[in-house]
């Protein structure tokens, strides 16, 4: 996928939300981005769609509070490869690239992270991902005090969705990251069960799940924003 059709992908989600009227004390006056981030190969399915439910409920939080969806579906993005250096004089180019600016932002506040199960694992492309999250550690902690909740979305009730949760969360702490679970009854993140042909909206418990997460991402990264300033 290239730079303008990502661009115009990005906007089409209409995920970037405008904020009318924030406090004047709020975080410092300043906005909390919290960027979630669909790792499913396949575009805006059940993963993206799920992701897309907790930041609607992290935006609801606060007026302070900006959500941008990242849809990794669709991009070619490869692992870490030692011969192949990835940060600044680097040779790759590839989808990774086009997101890192994103990521880099300084106001984002929290992640909320979507991998569907494969295999009780994560996908292949939330683990490349997360490799080449490698250069947000230098030269400095990009990611510290960055509050982060996972989301898992499988198609078996007990398919490997809280193994999966907890894969990203062991990476994301070696960033220094603040992992939150979602509100009660979402203990450990949001779950998810692809039961229905890909309407993920059916499933109410997990969407449920999902909510709960954005709204607890959302708390802690308000508490959280001064410490990053
Ligand atoms: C290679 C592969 C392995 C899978 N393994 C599991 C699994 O172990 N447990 C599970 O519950 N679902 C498994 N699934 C189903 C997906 O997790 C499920 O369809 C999910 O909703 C896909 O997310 P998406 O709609 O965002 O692409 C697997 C799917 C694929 C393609």
Redesign the pocket.
């Known amino acids: 996928m290239n730079r303008r059709k990502f661009m115009t992908r990005t906007l089409a989600a209409g995920a970037t939300v405008s904020i009318a009227s924030a406090p004047a004390n709020a975080s410092n006056g300043k906005p909390v981005k919290i960027l979630g981030i669909s790792c499913?190969p396949?575009e805006g399915?059940?993963?993206?769609t799920a992701v897309k439910a907790s930041l609607d409920a992290a935006r609801r939080v606060d007026s302070r509070i900006k959500v941008e969806l990242i849809d990794l579906g669709g991009l070619e993005i490869s692992g870490w490869s030692s011969g192949a250096k990835t940060t600044e004089g680097r040779q790759i180019t590839d989808g990774f690239d086009l997101i890192l600016p994103k990521l880099r932002d300084p106001n984002v506040g929290g992640w909320i992270i979507g991998s569907?199960?494969?295999?009780?694992s994560m996908s292949a492309l939330c683990k490349v991902f997360l490799e080449r999250c490698a250069v947000l550690r230098k030269p400095k902690l990009l990611l510290a005090d960055t509050v982060v909740g996972v989301l898992a979305?499988?198609?078996?009730r007990n398919?490997?969705q809280e193994l999966v949760i907890e894969q990203v969360q062991t990476v994301l702490l070696c960033h220094e990251v603040m992992v939150v679970g979602g509100k009660p009854g979402a203990h450990q993140g949001a779950t998810l069960w692809?039961a229905y042909k890909?309407d993920i909206t059916k499933d109410e418990f997990g969407m449920d799940t999902a909510r709960k997460l954005g709204i607890r991402v959302a708390e802690a990264a308000l508490r959280l924003a001064p410490k990053k300033d």
């Open positions: 499913s396949r399915k059940t993963t993206a569907p199960v494969y295999f009780r979305v499988g198609a078996f398919g490997g692809n890909d």
